[in-house]
């Protein structure tokens, strides 16, 4: 016997809640919003310098920011699952597979399973890959000089600590 198909209902969207303003007050907000005062244009515009940065310094290691992030994060952690590495360089699933796919390939991580359960498997850096980080990390730190040059010391710390705060 078929059971009759269920019809679903979209879920609507939650309505902002409704904001009483006086009339005319938008316009003042309209004329006085400049984009390139706002978080998310200043953000985008920090991020592509200090993504040319990387180019530039990094280029000869022929690595993307993201797998940089991930031989750092398996230099510090010797062996991590993917799923957890993942989570600790920020990364959405998709992203991280992609990531140590290309990493795989190029002989620089390496996949085993765990000792405590054979079904979950770890990556961990090949000893060319620990080569390869090692130098690369020298160049990393050269990025993020080049990239706060331009504020004293106190506030590139400052900063760093205030970006932290909106992870």
Known sequence: MAVPKQSRKPRAEPKPPEVATAPGAGDE?????????????????????????????????????????????????????????????????????????????????????APEDARLVLLSLTPVGKAAVAEMKVDAAEVSRRTLAPLAPEEASALLAMLAKLK
């Open 29 to 113: 907000a309209v004329r006085n919003y400049r984009v390139e005062e706002q978080i998310g244009y200043v953000l985008r515009c920090v991020h592509q310098r200090a993504t040319e940065i990387f180019n530039a310094t990094m280029g000869r290691h022929g690595v993307t920011p993201t797998q940089f992030t991930v031989l750092a994060k398996l230099s510090d952690l010797g062996s991590v699952s993917q799923n957890q590495l993942g989570r600790l360089t920020a990364m959405d699933p998709a992203t991280t597979s992609g990531v140590v796919a290309r990493l795989l390939s190029r002989g620089f991580v390496a996949q085993s399973p």
